[in-house]
């Protein structure tokens, strides 16, 4: 899972998560970290977990398990050394510097998603529907990362906080959601 594009783990989970639209990985590290209090955890995004543990959870998640996941900070830190390991970037290299020069432009932004593939859309909504239940005013985060960081989309909820996205389904575009409020963060 690590090292690898997203078209190559969807392909790779076929047979275990036919049903998946999104990386295993993704969605059940984002539930861990739901699970084991990551939303009133401190500093869950800026602190590490200890190395030891994310490596043993990671040789668990290379197996589809997540049976050492016991702390958020860990499950947290593997989930940021996926994205950083990903074969591609999430967001193409390519399309960097117009990415930046627009973050603050909404007809831009969704112009730049519009050419983007339809499963680094379903994965970037999952990840910014994760996020923003971190800047929920409820929610205890660093008060170094601004509210604009996490905010972009919301949908319904389930049990884990992820709304349909939680279990990897659904395909509403990223541009259909900008701008509504966030809704599943309990």
């Excluded at 993704?26 to 030891?52: H, N």
Aim: proline letters at 4%; hydrophobic letters at 35%; aromatic letters at 8%.
């Amino acid at each position: 899972m690590f090292g690898t594009t997203l078209e190559e783990i969807l392909a790779t989970q076929n047979e275990q998560f036919p049903e998946l639209e999104i990386p295993w990985i993704q969605r059940e590290l984002t539930s861990v970290i739901i699970r084991l209090g990551g939303l009133s955890t401190e500093g869950i995004f800026r602190l590490p977990g200890e190395i030891d543990r994310v490596n043993a959870l990671r040789v668990d998640v290379e197996d589809y398990h997540v049976r050492n996941a016991d702390d958020p900070h860990v499950s947290c830190s593997l989930l940021k050394l996926w994205l950083r390991e990903m074969g591609k970037p999430i967001f193409p290299e390519e399309l960097t510097e117009e990415i930046l020069n627009t973050s603050e432009n909404k007809e831009e932004s969704l112009e730049i998603i519009s050419k983007l593939s339809d499963l680094t859309k379903t994965c970037l909504t999952h990840l910014i529907r994760f996020l923003q239940v971190f800047a929920k005013e409820k929610v205890r985060f660093n008060r170094n990362l601004s509210f604009y960081n996490f905010s972009l989309t919301g949908q319904s909820e389930d049990e884990n906080g992820l709304g349909e996205f939680g279990n990897g389904h659904g395909s509403e575009s990223v541009s259909s959601n900008v701008g509504r409020p966030p809704t599943f963060a309990r």
